[in-house]
Structure formats: structure tokens, C-alpha cells
């Protein structure tokens, strides 16, 4: 087959390592052709096809995201960011604008908000002196805090407090009201659903469906958010996406814009099993599996949250909270419960991934692991820990030991890239920085890595992520927990497609695999770490379609 495209003229960066560098690539029909020499690619060019000089650019496999959400992303791009905003002057100034700017909305939803963003703990009070007759609210940038003022907690039924499932939580005060703190989903829940997007939050708030079922006037408005995030992953270079929440709804808004022509990366999504459901409703993840298993849309996991974060006291812990007697938070799953859920997802040939960031998270989930193991044989599961902010020096060697892949988040690194290093570091406690945010440390001890962004939580830009993977800082008394380059990118790239079991299609160049690729506007390896992240991406291609290209 003559080629559809060659991209020549590059500095090819393949990860496949039987031909790890070329000048060249060919496309023909979505995959790739050959890869070598501008000599040995450039004169299979035909009257129909397309040469692109790269200029000497790099070109590596289009970037894998191993941890995001596509459609709260997508739906957030159009709430008031407030990343760096610190203040209350600067907060209220953000807020009356962004009030100005959409005078009919029902509520003022705002993303990006520091746990230390005032000189205080933020309080509905604080809310109410920015903005008093309005719902509005703010979200944490980990995304398991909301903060609201108010009028969005009485029109959302909060403000005397409410009932919730174990680990979220309404904050309340002395005065026996709430402080206008919602720690974790079910708790915001109630908040996110006065701005008409909580059917959007279901993939990670409950797992369900959405009730009744939208109309097709509702999924048309809801594919045309799903597609803005797929758009702001294609300016990115994303390629493939492991979308960390969802159900069914978010599959069937996925397969729409495929019919549509509009599904512009791979996307895998999760059966989210919370805590309250019984091993029946792995009958529904089955299901989805069945329903959607090809090389651009399919399931086949199990998503589930050990804990919570460190910055809110919720990601559980071994040891207490520095300054807070006693205070280790809890795991959301009974060390016994997971243990039996994992066993069951793993007999059902299920891959699971866990969010655990505390070091108690991380035990429990690694046992549980373990235990699924013993009683099913082991298989090749690749399954997953999601974050790993904290771990115990006695499992580090379980990882490899059980084949769990560490996936981690370069920019959730305090000092790396927009989040801060206090509170966090203050929160986590000097005597455990060196048990936190490990990595070269997990990779040298043979745990398979995987990098992703977790967007929205951070800016999805790999590149500033893999900026945040060299630069970041050395905490004290801890190790240099930097990777190489070569490593970094491979954690991006090879290393995501095989934590996903998607090796055979894509994350590496070579012949016969998906045409899955990604131009830098310049040299990655002859740029200074600290400069990375003012690259820019030229060109993205995922199946042979360029579905993103900076202006000439």
C-alpha cells in the first residue's frame, strides 16, 4: 500500500528498542509502514501522498495518558480558573468578573483552588464577603474539596448539614451550621448539581447512571463537552486516554462522537465500584467490557478510591497526622472488603486500578492484590496503584514483586509545577518526606511506571509534566527521586500502553502498529529540562489522522 503520509526530516524517538532512533516514518491506512532513514522512506512517496518536513523537530509515539478525566475536564474548561490566584482581593476580583461575564448562570463554579490560597481555613464566611446573593463554590485542585458560600449550601440543602456515606463528609461548625468545607464527592454532590452538570459526575461521584437517561437534545450538549476535552488533549499531543472514572453514560458519549467522526483518541473507561455495591454489580462491568472492546473505545477495568488526599487529612495513613493525635483517616474499603472485591474482579479477568495515597491506602490495596493472587493463580493482571503519594519502605519491593504497575502524576509533586510545597510537605511531616512522592526509587526496585497528568486536577501538558519529572525539587532528607529523559518518556509514552495491556497497538513506532504520533516544535533532547515546558506541540496523528496542527 503507497504511503498516506511521510513525516521526514525528524529526530524520531521510536521506544521500540530493536530501532530506537529514525529520520522518517510512513502512514499508509492508519498504521505505520516503515520506519528508518530519510533514504529508505523518502522515495516511497507517490503522487498522493503527503511529505512533511519536520525541520529536525523530535517525533515520538503519540503521548499516553494513563490518568485523567475526559469529561469533567471537558466540562471544567468553561469554569472560572483560579490556579495561582492566592488572596482574597485577587479571589474576589476573579469571582465578580467571572459573575459579570455569565449573569444567568445558577451557579458560579470555580476550579483550582489552594488549600492555602487564603492566610486561613476557607469558610463559606470568606465565600460570602466575594459573592453573598449568588451560589457560588470552588473546587480543590485535587478535586476532593469543594468550598461554598452560603447561598449554594442552603439551595443545595447542606447548610444544616447532611448524612453521608463513610470518608465524605459536610463539614459543620459550632454554630452547628456547615462551614461551607465538602470533603469528597457525595459531599460536593449536592453543589455541582444546581449548575445542571451532576449526571457529567456520576462516572466518579457514584458510579450510576444518570436518571432518568438524557434525551438526545441533553447528549448532543453533553458530546460537545466530551469533544472539547478531546480537542484540549489533541493540542497536547494526547493520543490515547485512561479516562479514571465512568460508566456506561460515558462510553455511549464516547461511541456517539465516534459515529460522528469526532472520537480523536483512544480512550478506555472504567466500571467506578464504590463502596456500597455488592460483588453483583461486576456483572455491570462485565457488560461494559462486552459492549465496547476495540482498538479506539473499550473498558475492561475496575476503577475504585482507597482514600482521599493528604492536603484535606483524608488520604489514609500508618502513622498520625502530624499534629493530630490519633488522626490516620480511614480506608474507604475494609481491608477484608477490597480483598474480596479484587478477587472477584481479578477472577473475572478484570484489570483493576486503585486510587491509594496514603501509605495505608497503598498496604491495603498491595494486600488485597496479594490476596487476589493466592486465590486466583497469578496472571498476567498488570494491575494498577493510582498515585502512591506515600509508601512504606517495606512495600516498595512488593510492586514488582506482584506486577503492579505504579501509575504517578509528575505534576502532583509539591514544588514540581503549580502546586505549592506547603501545606502539603507540613501535612505529610518532615520525618516521612523521604517515604513521599517516590519514583526513581519505585522504578529501580522494578515496578512498571506510568506517568500521566490527571487533568483536570493539573494542566494536562506533557510537556510541562515532563519538565515537572526533571526538575523537580529534592525534599530534605530524601533521595533525588528524578528519572532520566529516555525513562520519562518512556513512562509516557510505552510505559503507559503497556500498563493498559494496549502494547499490541500502540506506544511505540514500528511497523504494523497504530499510526499514533506526536511532532514537537523543536529538539526535546537538546533542550535544557527547565525549558521543556515552553515547547509546544506541531503536530498530533492518531490513526493516521492529524487531529491537531499549530498555525504554520
Known sequence: MDPDLILTNARVLT???DCPRAEAVAIAGGRLAAVGSRAGIEPRARGGTEVIDCGGATLLPGFFESHLHLVLGGVELAHLQLTHVRGEAALAAAFRDFAARHPEAPLLMAQGGDYAM??????RHD???IIADRPIAIGAHDHHTVWANTAAL???????????PHGHEVVMGADGRATGELREFEAFAPVIALGGEAHLHLGIATGEEPSPWPDRAQQAIDRQKVARGLAHAARHGVTSIINMDGNRYTLELLDGLRREGGLTARVRVPFHFKPQMDLSALDRAEAMRRDFDDAWLCSGFVKMFMDGVIDSGTAFRLDDYPGRPGHRAQPLFAPARFAEIATAADRLGLQIAVHAIGDGAVRTTIDGYAAARRANGARDSRHRIEHIEMIDPADIPRLAALGITASIQPPHVPGAMDFAM?????VIGRHRWKDAYLCRTLAEAGAAIAFASDWPVTDISVLRGIAAALTRPRFEGARDERLTLAEVLRAYTAGGAWAAHREHLTGMLRPGLAADIVVLDGDIEAAPPADIAAMGVARTICGGRTTFAAPA
Open 15 to 17: 521506544m521500540d528498542p
Open 118 to 123: 487564603l492566610d486561613h481555613p476557607m469558610t
Open 127 to 129: 465565600l460570602d464577603r
Open 154 to 164: 442552603r439551595a443545595a440543602g447542606l447548610l444544616e448539614g447532611a448524612a453521608m
Open 422 to 426: 506547603f501545606p502539603t510537605l507540613d
